[in-house]
């Protein structure tokens, strides 16, 4: 199955009102993705990244409305959400913000697999095989900033152009809350809580979201 792009559930919801089953069949990929992917990964080996391939999550089906958000995923090779076509495949975003409602953004290292180089919000990351794509959203916050949220939501599920799937959270942090940057980011800073008096280096894209969001 595809997906078009766009928003394809809206929230909020709690943790407790998505559900997630795993198919054991893994998404076999035609040879033409197959390719891609290891194109992708070659890519990665030849400017020094890490290029560890290996199996992920990719979003099968789903069922959505006020009240739950219910998704099936299936394994897919990690490597696939690189080419331009995911089929599929999971990623997490967990934006950030403070108590003053500053968001929480940083700047990727160079040598990363996605966005190098540019501003994102908050934490993202593939979801792991067999992981609950909830427990990722907070696991990718602590991993890359060292914090754990006062607050927390599942905000969309969207699908990007290139057929990757994001579902998308919303974390909510103390106040005087410290964050401590991963290796994935050289610098990072809080943007002010109207999207409109954010950086030149804001990426539109993460305007658009965070308008959404807020």
Do not use: K, N
């Amino acid at each position: 199955m595809s997906f078009p792009p766009g928003i394809l559930a809206r929230g909020p919801w709690e943790r407790g009102q998505v559900a997630v089953e795993w198919r054991e069949e893994p998404f076999a990929p035609d040879a033409g993705q197959s390719a891609a992917a290891d194109r992708a990964i070659a890519a990665l080996e030849d400017r020094g990244s890490p290029a560890h391939d290996g199996l992920a999550a990719r979003l099968y089906a789903f069922e959505a409305d006020d009240a739950a958000l219910r998704m099936t995923l299936q394994p897919v090779r990690w490597s696939l959400r690189l080419s331009d076509d995911a089929a599929g495949s999971m990623s997490v975003l967990c934006v950030a913000r403070d108590a003053r409602g500053r968001w929480l953004a940083g700047r990727r290292a160079p040598w990363v697999a996605t966005w190098a180089g540019r501003w994102a919000l908050g934490a993202g990351g593939s979801v792991e095989l067999g992981e609950d794509p909830v427990d990722a959203l907070t696991r990718e916050l602590e991993e890359e900033w060292g914090v754990v949220p006062d607050r927390f939501a599942v905000e969309a599920l969207v699908a990007l152009p290139t057929g990757m799937v994001m579902l998308v959270g919303q974390a909510w942090l103390p106040d005087g809350v410290h964050v401590e940057r991963d290796p994935e980011h050289d610098a990072h800073a809080w943007w002010p809580p109207e999207p409109e008096a954010w950086p030149d280096e804001a990426d539109p894209v993460l305007r658009r979201m965070a308008t959404l969001l807020a």
